[in-house]
């Protein structure tokens, strides 16, 4: 197994390369990976010949390598940078071995925020709605053929918006960020929808921290994009 320190550089060389800062530097990043490492349920401690074809390809492709926690399938490095996820373990609904990660600096949003608005600019590509600390945007990916989806939302927040970083959950997610204005910003998400098999559901957490200039405070928006793939012999069917 490699040491922390080199999984570290590789992990920082890995998110340069995916354009989103991931804090690396960051002690609850350092304290999770350390807890991550030795764990039963990281694919790199598991024996090839008992991950699946489909992890290994997701682990190869996907992830470029770096391990995979087959409790919740997600990559362990881009799950470790999110403040607000919890270890894979909560997902089978066991006891997470290490949980959110917010300091006193930081605050999530709730619905009760009136200040901060999402419009959604890709309409026909999904709904997007509030939900608790942030927002979630449901899309239905097209059968068959469709291999990409982007959308795009608008965040506004009246007491000022400056983007401090923006990760995501899934490595097959190209993320960007761009400033409007002082008060909000448009984010572009990218996803690949390869991995979706027909009636199946992949979910996407991302996290955009911003600092409001008027109130001096740090924020946390939860962003969940949850597509589903119709299963396409029952919609014929039903057709
Ligand atoms: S997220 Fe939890 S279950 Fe998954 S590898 Fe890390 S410690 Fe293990």
């Known amino acids: 197994m ?8 590789q992990v920082s060389q890995i998110f340069r390369a995916y354009s989103q800062p991931v804090p690396v530097d960051q002690p609850y990043f350092k304290e999770r990976i350390a807890i991550c490492d030795p764990c039963e349920w990281n694919s790199a401690n598991i024996a090839p010949e008992k991950l699946s074809v489909a992890d290994k390809n997701k682990i190869k492709v996907f992830f470029k ?5 087959t409790a919740c399938g997600c990559c362990i490095p881009l799950k470790a940078g ?7 373990l909560k997902s089978k609904g066991k006891k997470p071995k290490w949980d959110t990660a917010f300091d006193k600096h930081s605050k999530v949003y709730g619905l009760a925020n009136k200040s901060l608005i ?6 026909d590509e999904g709904v997007l709605s509030p939900m608790d600390g942030g927002f979630k945007y449901k899309v239905n990916v097209l059968p068959v053929d469709s291999k990409m989806v982007e959308l795009v939302i608008k965040i506004t927040d009246i007491h000022g918006f400056s983007l401090i970083n923006q990760i995501t959950s899934c490595g097959c997610t190209a993320a960007k960020a761009e400033a409007i204005d002082d008060k909000s910003c448009k984010l572009t998400y990218q996803i690949s929808t390869l991995k979706i098999l027909e009636g199946g559901k992949l979910d996407i957490f991302a996290n955009i921290t911003y600092g409001r200039r008027l109130r001096k405070t740090q924020e946390v928006i939860k962003i969940n994009i949850e597509l589903e793939r119709e299963d396409y012999g029952q919609r014929s069917e039903e057709l």
Request: aromatic share 0%; glycine share 8%.
């Open 82 to 88: 999110l403040r607000d996820s919890v270890c894979g």
């Open 2 to 9: 490699k040491k922390i320190s080199d999984r570290l550089k």
């Open 65 to 69: 390598g770096e391990p995979m926690c």
């Open 118 to 123: 999402a419009n959604n600019l890709t309409p």
